[in-house]
């Protein structure tokens, strides 16, 4: 959640952070999707595709995270 408000916010340093760390603390497969999803989004607003890409694999399969997946 913490990730997500960041995202909204265009505080996409302190985003990646707390996805960073969401994912660290190995959460439910459902949420670690969404997470990755909305990480790898973060990541391409970045310019970072080499990391957006890793971010992406295992991710759930949202319009937002394969719109990502190909600009990555």
Not at 26 to 41: C, I, N, S
Not at 67 to 72: S, Y
């Amino acid at each position: 959640l913490i990730g997500l408000i960041h995202r909204d916010l265009a505080q996409d340093e302190k985003a990646v952070a707390a996805y960073r760390e969401a994912l660290r603390r190995a959460p439910p497969p459902d949420v670690a999707a969404a997470a990755r999803a909305e990480l790898g989004e973060v990541l391409v607003r970045r310019a970072e595709y080499a990391a957006a890409l890793d971010a992406l694999e295992g991710a759930a399969d949202t319009p937002e995270a394969l719109a990502a997946r190909a600009e990555a």
